[in-house]
């Protein structure tokens, strides 16, 4: 049996169009290395029936990627959807008929990436249809992944309500000036609502833990990890870094052992794998 029961990698589709042949030999190559599950990105790549406004040109067609996930079935391989609820929605929301659900809003780089606003009332709209979507395509895994990474929640990157409701809660939770708790817990009030939206259609929540220890705003900081459930989700951490030094330092957080934790190597060498495996 592999000590790794998790073996895979992830297919981003936001700066991309793959025919279906090509999907299938990078299932065929994922195969050889023995990996057990391939976290595909859809975005606009995947041809939704309830925002048809969204659909790139050379979408696949929801049969397409049921052909993909059943070839990987055939493989011993989990198809792994990803959408993300609340960051890194500018595939969608930088389109003239979604711009309302971001309210101005924006990742914390600040530069394309996009996010949805929490306070819109409309702003889970797009995430559950299009979930619902992937949840009846992507069958043959327990597994969503829901993003999650690179948040802005900065006073300079939310809206004026939004600015208003992490004020509220650093009141309630005594948090000071720059109110770094009460940011996380507003981030990691809309990751447990997405969490317990999957939980109960089966499937446990996978997010990206990146921003574990280089960024100030996160679910996982302090004031937010108390919030999420740890038998309900799981983070993957990944960095650019090739030393494991990084994800180290993010297992040893207080309340982090408490988390299965899956760790993605994301760097641009082989180097990079290699030291993280041989961390594990």
């Not at 939704?48 to 059943?70: F, N, T």
């Not at 702003?123 to 395509?137: A, I, Q, T, Y």
Request: glycine content about 8%.
């Amino acid at each position: 049996e592999p000590d790794l029961g998790i073996r895979g990698f992830s297919v981003d589709f936001r700066y991309a169009w793959l025919p279906e042949e090509h999907l299938l030999r990078i299932v065929d190559a994922a195969a050889a290395l023995k990996a057990s599950a391939i976290i595909w990105w859809p975005q606009d790549k995947f041809a939704w029936k309830s925002h048809p406004g969204l659909v790139h040109a050379r979408a696949l067609s929801a049969d397409q990627w049921k052909r993909v996930v059943a070839y990987c079935e055939e493989r011993y391989i989990q198809m792994i959807p990803l959408m993300d609820p609340y960051g890194h929605g500018e595939t969608y929301l930088d389109r003239p008929d979604y711009l309302h659900l971001s309210n101005g809003e924006m990742g914390y780089w600040g530069h394309d990436d996009v996010q949805y606003c929490a306070s819109h009332p409309d702003s889970w709209k797009v995430f559950h249809d299009l979930s619902g979507e992937c949840l009846d395509v992507f069958s043959n895994t327990s597994y969503f992944h829901i993003g999650m990474d690179e948040v802005g929640g900065q006073d300079d990157h939310l809206c004026e309500t939004c600015r208003g409701r992490v004020r509220a809660l650093a009141a309630e939770m005594k948090d000071p000036e720059p109110h770094d708790k009460a940011r996380n817990r507003f981030i990691a009030q809309r990751m447990a609502e997405a969490i317990q939206w999957m939980k109960k259609r089966g499937r446990k929540s996978v997010f990206w833990d990146d921003t574990a220890i280089n960024i100030r705003t996160r679910a996982l900081g302090p004031g937010g990890i108390e919030i999420v459930s740890p038998q309900d989700a799981i983070p993957l951490l990944w960095y650019y870094d090739s030393s494991p030094a990084k994800a180290r330092e993010a297992l040893s957080r207080p309340g982090a052992q408490a988390f299965e934790t899956w760790i993605g190597t994301s760097g641009w060498g082989y180097e990079n794998i290699e030291n993280y495996l041989k961390a594990s």
